[in-house]
């Protein structure tokens, strides 16, 4: 095993250590600090003034209407959509969690379960039920959710962006569809003979899209570390968790048209959990799809160091 795992391990057991001394931690605040109520007012006043309003589709779908050639116009439509109901969902529940704690409204279970999770720092179960998947404290979730939501208003604002972020999607397996849509729709090819070919490009500004497929970045390698010079993966560094993935480019090509290469054919998670459950669109909630990556070690090298690509870190 690599020495990274034994840091893998303590981490995860100090996790669960302060997880299990929340679970006892008394609402009462200490003497001279500041009480629950204020505290949880002040963060909830905090995120409330960060939040945008909802994304306008009506205005969204005439700028972007639906196009047979451009299935990306859809896919920021449905993503603006998905996002407005997890929007309103934490604006409605820090408003009201606000007047709660004034008395002007009952503190029901759902608000209790929102004030505790706020006061621990957790994302409230509430948010959860309508939110992408995501393991991170609540400071963090608030940032990477409120970064999401700027993602798409550039998009809008600007147009579709050379260099999509895959990370930033709610539903990334829609976003994946439609790039090879694109492509079948282009060149009249049926979309269930095509895959995506992979190619690792360099760490920099990208003023063009590509003719075919898309460019992405926000990806992060777990168990392993990607060699820029060598062009392959290696094994990790000392003390360094994760290793950000530069951009990559997703080529849609007939499955009988892409060659092979020495790789390891690495799979792509949204959080580290690893797991998720089968949606209703028969997609998982986690895993997003499996990419290949070159590599000049056998698979079974990187099977046990559990190499894995994600779309977030924990933190």
Same mark, same amino acid.
């Given at each position: 095993?690599? &020495?990274?795992?034994?840091?893998?391990?303590?981490?995860?057991?100090?996790?669960?250590?302060?997880?299990?001394?929340?679970?006892?931690?008394?609402?009462?605040?200490?003497?001279?600090?500041?009480?629950?109520?204020?505290?949880?007012?002040?963060?909830?006043?905090?995120?409330?003034?960060?939040?945008?309003?909802?994304?306008?589709? %009506?205005?969204?779908?005439?700028?972007?209407?639906? %196009? @047979?050639?451009? &299935?990306?116009?859809?896919?920021?439509?449905?993503?603006?959509?998905?996002?407005?109901?997890?929007?309103?969902?934490?604006?409605?529940?820090?408003?009201?969690?606000?007047?709660?704690?004034?008395?002007?409204?009952?503190?029901?279970?759902?608000?209790?379960?929102? !004030?505790?999770?706020?006061?621990?720092?957790?994302?409230?179960?509430?948010?959860?039920?309508?939110?992408?998947? $995501?393991?991170?404290?609540?400071?963090?979730? +608030?940032?990477? !959710?409120?970064?999401?939501?700027?993602?798409?208003?550039?998009? @809008?604002? $600007?147009?579709?962006?050379?260099?999509?972020?895959?990370?930033?999607?709610?539903?990334?397996?829609?976003? /994946?569809?439609?790039?090879?849509?694109?492509?079948?729709?282009?060149?009249?090819?049926?979309?269930?003979?095509?895959?995506?070919?992979?190619?690792?490009?360099?760490?920099?500004?990208?003023? !063009?899209?590509?003719?075919?497929?898309?460019?992405?970045?926000?990806? !992060?390698?777990?168990?392993?570390?990607?060699?820029?010079?060598?062009?392959?993966?290696?094994? &990790?560094?000392?003390?360094?968790?994760?290793?950000?993935?530069?951009?990559?480019? /997703?080529?849609?090509?007939?499955?009988?048209?892409?060659?092979?290469?020495?790789?390891?054919?690495?799979?792509?998670?949204?959080?580290?959990?690893?797991?998720?459950?089968?949606?209703?669109?028969?997609?998982?909630?986690?895993? +997003?799809?499996?990419?290949? +990556?070159?590599?000049?070690?056998?698979?079974?090298?990187?099977?046990?160091?559990?190499?894995?690509?994600?779309?977030? /870190?924990?933190?």
């Amino acid at each position: 095993m690599h &020495s990274n795992a034994d840091i893998t391990k303590d981490q995860a057991e100090t996790n669960q250590l302060f997880d299990s001394i929340l679970l006892t931690q008394a609402r009462a605040s200490s003497s001279g600090g500041k009480s629950g109520d204020e505290v949880v007012s002040d963060v909830a006043a905090d995120i409330l003034s960060k939040l945008p309003p909802n994304f306008d589709t %009506d205005a969204v779908l005439r700028k972007y209407p639906t %196009d @047979y050639s451009q &299935s990306m116009n859809t896919v920021l439509v449905q993503e603006m959509g998905r996002f407005n109901k997890l929007l309103s969902s934490v604006r409605s529940s820090l408003i009201n969690i606000q007047k709660a704690i004034r008395g002007l409204v009952v503190m029901s279970s759902d608000l209790e379960e929102v !004030f505790v999770s706020i006061l621990k720092g957790k994302i409230p179960g509430l948010w959860m039920q309508h939110s992408y998947p $995501s393991l991170k404290p609540l400071g963090s979730y +608030v940032n990477d !959710f409120l970064a999401r939501l700027k993602f798409l208003q550039d998009w @809008y604002e $600007s147009g579709p962006p050379n260099v999509f972020w895959l990370s930033g999607f709610y539903f990334t397996q829609a976003f /994946l569809t439609g790039a090879q849509q694109n492509y079948a729709r282009k060149y009249a090819i049926p979309i269930d003979l095509l895959e995506y070919d992979y190619e690792m490009l360099e760490d920099r500004d990208y003023g !063009f899209p590509p003719e075919d497929g898309v460019y992405v970045r926000g990806l !992060f390698l777990d168990g392993a570390r990607w060699d820029r010079k060598a062009g392959v993966l290696a094994e &990790s560094l000392p003390k360094v968790l994760y290793d950000t993935m530069p951009v990559i480019w /997703l080529k849609p090509l007939k499955r009988s048209d892409i060659p092979e290469r020495p790789c390891y054919v690495t799979p792509v998670y949204k959080t580290s959990e690893r797991r998720g459950t089968l949606s209703t669109t028969g997609h998982s909630t986690n895993f +997003v799809l499996s990419m290949k +990556v070159p590599s000049d070690k056998p698979p079974e090298h990187w099977v046990c160091r559990g190499v894995a690509l994600l779309c977030q /870190l924990d933190n």
